[in-house]
């Protein structure tokens, strides 16, 4: 006689939420899908292409250098190389050779997320690093005027939802980079994943907030932007969540240094790179960001003339460093900044792999 008992899981008392790495992936696809329509509307099947072709690579390289490596291709199934190759894809020119757009895909996984060990560990945003490794490789290619606009291939080139030309603009205008055609729809999708709580509005709001108030302070005539660019870089890239600021002050003092610092790159020169450089150059000082701005210790006092110190001495550092990256985008000379950060990717790599076969030896 068999006797069947059912048995009962029980947990810790922990906080506990039916949600996974694929989903919150999931949802940004989500909101990311009508930008992508968007492309298609403007250029047909080739913005479409380019987007494939960055999301298949990223995955690629992310599946061969995890076998390679790591000996597992479970990190491919947390959807983070699709969102990486969508939004590499979002910030080039329709028309970019696909063999420049998959080196670029393949860049961004492996020096954007694999050498630093993975989801979660990456100091910078996997996209913006394959999108510089790609303007750095091929500068021919990046900076060439026949890859933006080809008009043979424009399917539609204008829409008329309104009699006013501003708002038919914003819904959607064929200009620019590929994910830029529809301020409307970007802004869509960040609410979208505002209420899918994917996001905060901190670094968005500031960022933008900050961006606006600089330009019309310190802006001169012949100065332009992308509106569709500021608004994919401060809802989709510099929300990131493993190269931004994870507290609250943190986040709202992130989002507006990155503000500052696109406004300091246009002003200086930077036409096409400065969300870029912006974003790149926060991401570097998002730990700083959030030793500086740490919740006060539950029972203690925090100490605000040392905070007022650091949050300045941070500041300075930021302002120094983003100057510094004008001088050299001036000289032509960052190509030298992204191969230091290849020797030290690899090299961290390396260190990190050889303390981990030391650890596994001595365990065993």
């Not at 919150?24 to 913005?47: E, H, N, Q, R």
């Not at 200086?268 to 570097?284: D, H, P, T």
Request: aromatic letters at 14%; glycine letters at 8%; one cysteine or more.
């Amino acid at each position: 006689m068999h006797l069947k008992v059912r048995t009962r899981s029980s947990f810790p008392p922990f906080v506990r939420k039916k949600d996974s790495t694929p989903r919150v992936m999931a949802d940004v696809v989500v909101a990311l899908i009508p930008c992508v329509f968007m492309s298609w509307l403007a250029y047909g099947f080739t913005p479409v292409m380019v987007v494939l072709v960055a999301l298949g690579s990223a995955l690629a390289a992310e599946f061969l250098f995890s076998l390679a490596y790591f000996g597992r291709t479970d990190p491919v199934s947390d959807g983070s190389a699709v969102i990486t190759g969508i939004l590499l894809a979002f910030t080039i020119a329709p028309f970019t050779p696909l063999y420049v757009v998959a080196f670029g895909g393949a860049m961004a996984v492996i020096f954007g997320k694999l050498l630093w060990g993975g989801l979660g560990r990456n100091m910078f945003n996997p996209a913006l690093v394959g999108r510089e490794f790609m303007t750095i490789c091929f500068p021919a290619v990046m900076a060439s005027r026949s890859i933006w606009y080809n008009a043979g291939e424009g399917n539609i080139s204008s829409v008329n939802i309104s009699g006013m030309p501003f708002i038919n603009d914003l819904f959607y205008k064929p200009a620019g980079a590929i994910g830029e055609y529809s301020v409307f729809f970007l802004v869509l999708g960040g609410l979208y994943l505002l209420f899918r709580r994917r996001i905060s509005w901190h670094i968005p709001f500031a960022l933008c907030t900050a961006f606006t108030a600089c330009f019309l302070l310190f802006s001169t005539p012949g100065i332009r932007f992308s509106l569709g660019g500021v608004l994919l870089g401060a809802i989709y890239m510099a929300t990131d969540m493993p190269t931004s600021s994870s507290t609250r002050y943190g986040k709202l003092y992130y989002g507006a240094m990155i503000g500052v610092a696109a406004v300091i790159c246009l002003l200086n020169g930077v036409r096409y790179e400065y969300m870029s450089y912006a974003i790149l150059l926060l991401n570097a000082f998002a730990r700083p960001v959030n030793w500086v701005f740490r919740p006060r210790v539950w029972g203690t006092d925090t100490d605000m003339p040392q905070r007022l110190l650091q949050g300045t001495a941070l500041t300075a550092a930021i302002f120094a460093v983003c100057f510094a990256v004008i001088y050299l985008h001036r000289l032509g000379a960052v190509m030298y900044l992204v191969f230091a950060y290849i020797a030290f990717c690899v090299l961290r790599f390396i260190v990190e792999r050889q303390r981990a076969r030391r650890a596994a030896a001595a365990a065993a």
